[in-house]
Each structure stands twice: as structure tokens, then as C-alpha cells.
């Protein structure tokens, strides 16, 4: 298991000459899957987008297992998914999934392998523009885990997904975890939370907390996340 995965400190950015983060600090462990909870425009695809090296700061420091984030030797080592699909329209999912393997250079096998752990192998010979909306996000997350990366960050993985399927990806996002990666989730799906093993809750690019789902509750008294969440954002503008 790594040492350290993502450690921001300070970080400010700064939009259209507006602030969107508000000097962040917090930390990302391997092993974990952190969960970063907030409505949506609060700033979580900023970001997200700051940790994968792809967003411009104004302040402070983001780095990823001690490397600057955005570095080149961090490319292969980081699988991020975004809310817009990020595969080829034109090609079948087993054709998409084939390319970025060479791209990456992994074992062929790793195709079969990403495709049963997203479920999409009775999939794998369609177009991509014919699956559904969540069939093509899962094409997504099966290429992002192409590289078997230590840092995955999938920002709103579960949006348009049945019950079932949203279940059965959360078990691998923590098997992932368990077998030595660190997660970084978001939602604004509030009961998407009791699934993280911490969480980190963002309000108008600010961090109200950083805790446990047990530890929110205990902390706030309250008897559920949503319900948490509206009691630290009270406390925070009073």
C-alpha cells in the first residue's frame, strides 16, 4: 500500500474572477474510499479536476503519492472518470476498451477483466452511441481501470444508474480500495454517503466537514447524512 495519495493544502481556484474553492486542505488515503458530498455547482468537478492535474490553481499545493498533481509520471498511475462519458461513440465498447489498452499498454486480458467488473460484457460487440446513458458512463469507468491505476477519481459515477446497479458498483469500488487504491467518489446524492469510509462535505467551495459517516452523525446528533449536512451548513452561516 502507498505511503501517502493525495494531500491538498491551501488550494485556491479562481474562475471567471470568481473564487470556486476557498483554501482547501485535506487528504486522500489508499485503501479508502472517500466520498465528496455537496449540491451540485458547489465545486466538486473543479476540484476533482485540480487533484487529476487538468485545472488550473490559483494557491496552495495539490500533490498525488508526492508527485505535483498533473505530473507525466502520474498518467498512468491515476483513472478518473467524468460526468460526460470519455470514449468513442463510433466504436463498440470491447473496440473502445481494446485502443486504450494499447494506449497504455496493458495485457489484452485487462479488457475482460474491466468488462465483467463494470457488467458489461453481453455489451461488449454494441456501438457505444446505441447503449444507454449509464451503460456509457460504465465504458468509461471500465477504461479508467484499464491501467489498474492507484489513484481512481469518478465524479458522479452513479448518476442515471438502476438500484442494483449503483450496489453493485460501490462493492467494487471498495474492493478496489481493499486491494490497495485510493477512491475519490463525489455525488450530491446524500444517501450515497453511509457507502464511503470518510467524507468530505463541500458547501459553495468551502469544506464544512471532514469526517467519518458515524462521526457526522454523532457529531450533528442527527440521524442521517441530508439531515447532517443541513445542520452544518446552519452552523456554518450563523
Request: hydrophobic letters at 45%; charged letters at 25%.
Amino acid at each position: 500500500m502507498m505511503k501517502s495519495g493525495v494531500d491538498v493544502s491551501d488550494l485556491r481556484v479562481v474562475r471567471g474572477g470568481a473564487e470556486v474553492l476557498h483554501d482547501l486542505t485535506f487528504s486522500v488515503e489508499p485503501g479508502e474510499v472517500t466520498g465528496l458530498l455537496g449540491p451540485s455547482g458547489c465545486g466538486k468537478t473543479t476540484l476533482m479536476r485540480a487533484i487529476v492535474g487538468v485545472q488550473r490553481i490559483s494557491a496552495g499545493r495539490v500533490t498525488v503519492f508526492g508527485e505535483p498533481a498533473g505530473a507525466a509520471s502520474l498518467r498512468a498511475r491515476i483513472g478518473y472518470v467524468t460526468q460526460a462519458p470519455s470514449v468513442y461513440d463510433d466504436l463498440t465498447v470491447e473496440e473502445n476498451l481494446v485502443f486504450f489498452a494499447a494506449v497504455l499498454g496493458v495485457p489484452r486480458d485487462r479488457v475482460d477483466e474491466c468488462l465483467r467488473v463494470v457488467a458489461l460484457e453481453p455489451e461488449r460487440g454494441r456501438v457505444v452511441r446505441a447503449l444507454s446513458g449509464g451503460q456509457r458512463s460504465r465504458v468509461s469507468l471500465a477504461v479508467a481501470l484499464l491501467g489498474e491505476p492507484a489513484l481512481i477519481v469518478l465524479d458522479e459515477p452513479t448518476v442515471g444508474l438502476d438500484p442494483v446497479l449503483r450496489k453493485d458498483l460501490w462493492e467494487t469500488f471498495h474492493r478496489l480500495a481493499d486491494e490497495g487504491a485510493a477512491v475519490f467518489v463525489s455525488s450530491h446524492v446524500m444517501d450515497e454517503a453511509t457507502r464511503c469510509d470518510r467524507l468530505i462535505l463541500l458547501r459553495e467551495g468551502r469544506i464544512i466537514a471532514d469526517d467519518t459517516p458515524p462521526g457526522l452523525l454523532e457529531k450533528t446528533g442527527a440521524e442521517d447524512i441530508e439531515t447532517a449536512f443541513l445542520d452544518l451548513v446552519a452552523r456554518a452561516a450563523s
